[in-house]
């Protein structure tokens, strides 16, 4: 939410990150139809897959951005999974076929790079709303099974849509995802021409939202136009769909941007949290919100979840550094904006914030020095007149301040910072001159200037404090949260209701041992953790809490448990001695070669083949 420079990923050194056990980055889905074309389809498949399971508490899922890196790149499974820092991965593909269409998903272990479920669905292209969701569903509940506990809300209505529309919506979410001028303005035509299909599609309406909010803030088109579009967009996708993240946080993005309403804009936000856990944006965004409202270490929070959730984009680096110097956290904020830089040089707003860190730790010098070749387009640096003023006129030598600010208004520069303050303020401020300072300061609270959202964290305002007209920043921002914005019990964070206590566990514990030796349940191939929690009468969400809390395993650690001492057993009666190695795993309820040695050796220390020589 911040007003960062548009920046497109770029090549990394792949450097590991320690995996998160409950985690997971959904690949770039293959385009297998025989059309080019159709590759705007797959990788809106794609990034619908990753939407709907970042819904999911407790699921650390990587966003689209770094996912997407890894497009067409054939790199080994172990190595991708340390650069996203997950323990799974999904890859897929999509074939279209006139009406028909076939996707294809496996789940791959990144560690040990091994598939451990996988699954063809073939349908008509008018149902692709409903296999979506099947497919997202399905994933969360087999990731589940492998990775440990996580709940899984149940399933929403099922989404309709005609196809033309769903065909232009994806096309429009391919063109903003290029993020250059063109390419917005285009997806903006290809949405209205989804809308212009189907009126009544929430995500449709959300969509158009946040590409007009994002529009305004890079000044592609008018303000004014852009945020009210923006605004009638979202209010009409939460009619249709009050939990839609995209339209909450739109509609938070309108607030805080256009009618300086913080109160609303955080609801708003902190509902699109809430209903999108590993909603980057909104966690960016929530985080900038965090600063202005005074909530400093949710604001740190919030940054640091959106960098793991998206390694592979630096830029996201600006908002935890900047959040630092914006709570006083100085030293800490130049380690973070030295490390971006390595990554990044040539990031303005970067580059100016550390100028902006070493004024704030009194090394004026290193700062002045430091504003003498700011990165802009292209190879070029400049000097950057405004920040110089800032830096003397922080130090007292208020001539010089005077000097460059004068320089800087003759060159007419704007280097398009994020939240830039004003230097005439700084320096009429530091001369004393405090009816010239609110002066200018009144001129830019009309203008709505960005910079004074964080008026409460600019030292030189401090000076301010005791003056009467200080109060003229109580002015700027309105205070009422209206009532469609207003957050349900259960908000992002909240304490939910335990499913089950301690007792409760420690006896549906017992009661699964007994039922797996006396039904062999293991046995079943196809057995998942919802049938079992039906043969328990557990739902699916109190079963996972029961294996991983009672008895320390996920599910697929569980049942194969079993296998593997069923296969032990068998191995040794001579009645079975026909049956190959393979033939007795499957007997014992295995139906992968991979899956059964990998977790015999697990189990036993030993490959199969060792243990029959024994």
């Excluded at 793991?308 to 904006?337: F, K, N, W």
């Excluded at 003498?372 to 030598?397: F, H, K, L, N, W």
């Excluded at 033939?583 to 030993?606: H, I, W």
């Amino acid at each position: 939410m911040e007003k960062t420079q548009p920046l497109q990923p770029i090549s990394l050194n792949l450097t590991p990150h320690i995996s998160d056990p409950t985690s997971i980055a959904v690949l770039p889905f293959v385009n297998m139809s025989a059309s080019e074309d159709n590759e705007y389809f797959s990788d809106g498949i794609t990034e619908e897959i990753i939407n709907a399971l970042a819904k999911i508490d407790g699921l650390k899922v990587t966003s689209r951005t770094s996912a997407f890196h890894f497009k067409g790149k054939h790199l080994p499974m172990p190595e991708i999974g340390k650069a996203l820092g997950v323990s799974t991965l999904l890859e897929g593909s999509v074939r279209l076929a006139g009406k028909a269409i076939r996707i294809t998903a496996q789940l791959i272990d990144a560690a040990q790079d091994f598939h451990f479920w996988s699954e063809t669905w073939d349908r008509k292209l008018d149902d692709i709303f409903a296999v979506q969701d099947e497919i997202s569903l399905l994933i969360a509940e087999k990731l589940r099974e492998q990775i440990g506990h996580f709940e899984i809300g149940e399933q929403a209505a099922a989404r309709h849509t005609e196809i033309g529309a769903y065909e232009w919506y994806l096309k429009s979410k391919s063109s903003f995802a290029k993020f250059q001028r063109a390419d917005l303005l285009r997806a903006v035509e290809e949405i209205e021409k989804a809308i212009a299909i189907d009126n009544g599609c929430p995500f449709y309406h959300a969509s158009k939202a946040i590409y007009y909010g994002y529009l305004g803030l890079v000044k592609a088109i008018p303000g004014a136009e852009a945020f009210s579009t923006s605004k009638a967009s979202a209010r009409r996708a939460l009619e249709l769909a009050p939990t839609d993240p995209e339209a909450n946080y739109a509609m938070g993005q309108v607030h805080y941007f256009f009618e300086k309403d913080l109160q609303t804009a955080e609801a708003y936000l902190d509902l699109a949290l809430q209903y999108r856990p590993n909603y980057v944006t909104a966690l960016l965004g929530g985080s900038v919100m965090d600063v202005v409202n005074g909530h400093p270490e949710r604001a740190l929070a919030r940054a640091r979840k959106a960098i793991a959730l998206d390694p592979l984009t630096p830029a996201h680096g600006y908002y935890l550094a900047s959040a630092l110097q914006r709570i006083g956290r100085y030293e800490e904020a130049l380690v973070e904006v030295d490390q971006l830089l390595k990554v990044i040089p040539r990031h303005t707003n970067s580059y100016c914030l550390k100028g902006t860190i070493l004024q704030r730790l009194q090394r004026y010098e290193e700062a002045i020095a430091h504003y003498q070749t700011v990165p802009v387009a292209g190879d070029q640096t400049v000097v950057y007149y405004t920040g110089i003023s800032m830096a003397y006129a922080a130090r007292g030598e208020l001539a010089q301040a005077e000097a460059y600010l004068l320089r800087a208004r003759e060159q007419g520069q704007n280097l398009h910072l994020a939240s830039e303050e004003n230097p005439a303020v700084i320096l009429h401020i530091y001369q004393g001159n405090l009816d010239l300072a609110f002066a200018e300061i009144e001129k830019d609270i009309a203008a709505g200037r960005y910079y004074l959202n964080f008026y409460r964290e600019i030292p030189a305002f401090q000076l301010l404090a005791d003056d009467p007209r200080y109060r003229l920043f109580d002015t700027m921002f309105k205070s009422t949260v209206p009532a469609e914005a207003a957050p349900p019990a259960e908000n992002e964070g909240s304490n939910k209701k335990a499913l089950l206590d301690e007792a409760q566990i420690a006896r549906y514990s017992e009661q699964v041992r007994a039922h797996m030796v006396r039904e062999q349940a293991f046995l079943d191939p196809r057995l998942s953790l919802r049938e079992l929690a039906q043969q328990l009468g557990l739902s699916p969400n109190q079963l996972s809490l029961v294996l991983n809390e009672g008895l320390g395993q996920n599910f697929n650690s569980f049942v194969n448990h079993y296998r593997v001492e069923a296969f032990k057993a068998l191995a040794k009666d001579p009645a079975h001695a026909h049956l190959t190695i393979l033939g007795l795993a499957y007997e014992c309820g295995f139906n992968s070669k991979t899956v059964f040695n990998t977790y015999f050796k697990q189990q036993t220390g030993m490959t199969p083949r060792a243990f029959m020589r024994e």
